[in-house]
């Protein structure tokens, strides 16, 4: 079962009367989440800059640099579903196909932060799963192309990757933070949680709501950029505190060097000083 006749014959509200009244109405009502939309695109790409820059400068990864691209996934999500997509780009129908894309592509930046995350621990695992959603990714989009099959037919499968996914890697951190004592990090952990909600919400609406634009998406994603900036400002802290200590170290057996040649030119002088006086 697809779902398509969900969609097919899908008639919108007309709307009669002044064009100006008839656009603010139509802002009103799903202005928000396009507004929504832009903050996660903006977040997203400014996420992706700060975070590469930061890598540039501590000479380290990030995973903020991943959930930058999950942002951005997440907010062409939501500007697909927008009901004013017609006013962003001519074409709103290939902006629409790419929601279901994304779904597609979704597992990729995500296993690619949880493998940040955990410092490798899964990483053979998760490069298995990104070879199955490009596979699956590469398939569906053949038989797209191909007028075989329409996104909206093969996304079931999608979807069973996607929030597949999302269990694995909630699963695979629950494991990950049980012993660890950072505060941050169990914040990750309830973050991820509701954005698993989220995202299961998202996908079941998309075959019952039609009216729905990828809301629950944003506010997870904005959940988790919340919860990021915390973990990247420890991080920081972290590492300043390590070159710091590590500077420390490096000064500590100068300064004892020097305090012990000052010392050995005092005592030389004071000898001088002593056959002076006797002579």
């Not at 990090?185 to 996908?203: K, M, N, Y």
């Amino acid at each position: 079962t697809t779902y398509t006749s969900n969609y097919s014959g899908v008639v919108n509200q007309i709307f009669c009367g002044d064009k100006a009244d008839i656009w603010q109405l139509i802002f009103n009502h799903y202005g928000l989440a396009t507004y929504i939309a832009f903050f996660t695109l903006f977040a997203g790409l400014t996420t992706i800059l700060f975070s590469l820059t930061l890598g540039f400068v501590y000479h380290t990864s990030f995973e903020m640099e991943y959930l930058g691209w999950c942002m951005i996934m997440g907010a062409t999500w939501m500007l697909g579903e927008s009901k004013i997509r017609q006013l962003l780009i001519p074409n709103s129908s290939a902006l629409a196909s790419l929601c279901f894309v994304m779904i597609l592509l979704g597992p990729i930046p995500l296993l690619l932060y949880a493998d940040n995350v955990q410092h490798g621990l899964h990483r053979r695992l998760y490069h298995i799963v990104i070879g199955i959603s490009l596979l699956n990714f590469t398939v569906c989009s053949i038989l797209a192309i191909a007028n075989i099959a329409d996104y909206i037919e093969t996304l079931p499968l999608g979807q069973i990757i996607l929030i597949g996914t999302f269990l694995m890697v909630f699963i695979h951190l629950c494991l990950y933070i049980r012993h660890r004592k950072k505060a941050s990090d169990h914040l990750l952990l309830l973050a991820h949680l509701l954005v698993l909600l989220c995202v299961a919400a998202e996908c079941v609406s998309v075959y019952f709501v039609t009216s729905l634009s990828g809301l629950f998406i944003g506010i997870g994603m904005l959940i988790l950029l919340f919860v990021n900036i915390v973990r990247t400002l420890r991080s920081i802290q972290h590492i300043e505190n390590e070159r710091q200590q590590q500077e420390l170290c490096e000064v500590a057996p100068r300064a004892e060097e020097l305090h012990l040649l000052a010392d050995a030119r005092r005592g030389d002088a004071a000898g001088d000083g002593v056959v002076v006086a006797k002579a």
